[in-house]
């Protein structure tokens, strides 16, 4: 990676990278879906860098609107593409808890983003790693095979990494 690469380029091409180390499964046995954590990780770091350029210039609400509602378009266009249908309305309660969950979590993200540095911010992010495997433990009893393990680590590692290159970069700034 050249020194002078921004750290988000890093991160999304070390991501794109090991994600589907993580997913695990061919694109054959999963299709379609196995596009989804891939997409996720470019639609969550383009989320990331807008929250942190727009932090400065545009008010938290106004920032969390305008991300909800293109979040919201953006998955009723993609139903079709996933081949689903119109929800039940238990599906249609749980979507709105799942909504208004994520609401306040990407409000406590443009929050961050806004008292702290994204050098701070990011990677706390990576908790989310150890999170997701609590949870996913917790609630199914997935055990991740090693596979999965070593890929969580290498995306941590990456995102320790440039937490670290970033710093350096910052002192020496200073």
Not at 118 to 135: F, K
Not at 164 to 172: F, V
Request: glycine letters at 10%; aromatic letters at 8%; one cysteine or more.
């Amino acid at each position: 990676m050249p020194q002078d690469a921004p750290p988000y380029i890093t991160i999304l091409i070390v991501g794109h990278v090991i994600v589907p180390l993580i997913v695990g499964p061919s694109f054959e046995t999963v299709g379609l879906g196995a596009l989804v954590p891939l997409g996720a990780t470019v639609f969550c770091a383009l989320r990331d860098i807008s929250t942190r350029k727009l932090g400065p210039v545009e008010s938290g609400p106004n920032i969390l609107f305008w991300t909800m509602v293109l979040a919201t378009l953006g998955g009723f266009a993609s139903m079709p593409l996933m081949g689903a249908s119109m929800p039940s309305s238990t599906v249609w309660v749980l979507l709105f808890v799942a909504a208004a969950m994520l609401m306040l979590s990407h409000h406590l993200n443009i929050a961050s983003f806004k008292l702290a540095s994204g050098v701070i911010v990011v990677p706390l992010r990576y908790l989310s790693v150890v999170w997701a495997g609590v949870i996913g433990y917790a609630v199914w009893g997935d055990v991740p095979n090693l596979q999965k393990l070593v890929g969580a680590a290498v995306v941590v590692g990456a995102g320790l990494y440039v937490w670290r290159r970033e710093t350096r970069l910052a002192e020496r700034a200073k």
